[in-house]
């Protein structure tokens, strides 16, 4: 079955870094684009990123992109998320996400989510 | 970029009623429209996809409908488990939520 575990969030102050990391199983990793998607305390779903199955193409929402960078390991059936320059609004719950139908349903949908991590960002 | 709208923000109902939510693009996005159920504490988890196909394993009391820029969610006979927030996803270009709808119980 598939599975996705988010690990390494924390509490961070603000302007330092934080590498968060999904470890997936249960399906061929390689094959699929992955997202990152947030939820801030008590709010609504933000999509963040998402990468190509093969890690050549990455796409970032406006409010991370310059500050976050999106990767994978496909040798090691992992997707990565660092965080850097991180701001207070950047605490949320932190989903990874299998993508599905994109390139052929435009960027697609998330069809297998983790449990997720929370990142704080307070001094 | 594109907005998308839900209505209601929130909506009581009892078991065995039936429910329709509303998503509304602020430009057209074809069918690149997906739902999700989101309990509290839980992840989200996909229903449907391209407006109108049912996730494997989801019940067919679900149903989605819509292209362009108008959209639905149905839900034909609500069952305890469907107290929950709903949130529609654009895939027309780089992904974006709507709000989301609180199902609450009546």
Redesign the interface.
């Known amino acids: 079955q598939v599975q996705l575990v988010e690990s390494g969030g924390g509490v961070v102050q603000p302007g330092r870094s934080l590498r968060l990391t999904c470890a997936a199983s249960g399906f061929t990793f390689s094959s699929y684009p992955m ?1 990152w ?1 947030r939820q801030a305390p008590g709010k ?4 963040v990123a ?1 990468i190509s199955h093969d890690g050549n193409k990455e ?4 409010s991370v992109k310059g500050r976050f960078t999106i990767s994978r390991d496909n040798s090691k059936n992992t997707l990565f998320l660092q965080m850097n320059s991180l701001k207070p609004e950047d605490t949320a719950v932190y ?1 990874c ?1 299998r993508g ?2 994109f390139g052929y ?12 991590t929370l990142v704080t960002v307070s001094s | 970029d594109i907005q998308m709208t839900q209505s209601p923000s929130s909506l009581s109902a009892s078991v065995g009623d039936r429910v329709t939510i509303t998503c509304r693009a602020s430009q057209s996005i074809n069918t690149y429209l997906n739902w999700y159920q989101q309990r509290p504490g839980k992840a989200p988890k996909l229903l449907i996809y391209d407006a109108s196909s049912l996730q494997s394993g989801v019940p067919s009391r679900f149903s989605g409908s819509g292209s362009g820029t108008d959209f639905t969610l149905t839900v034909s006979s609500l069952q305890p488990e469907d107290f929950a927030t709903y949130y529609c996803q654009q895939g027309y270009t780089t992904p974006g939520f709507g709000q989301g709808t609180k199902l609450e119980i009546k």
């Open positions: 997202h998607v609504g779903l933000e999509w998402l796409y970032y929402a406006d989903y996400a599905n139908g349903r435009g960027y697609g949908w998330g069809d297998y989510w983790g449990q997720g």
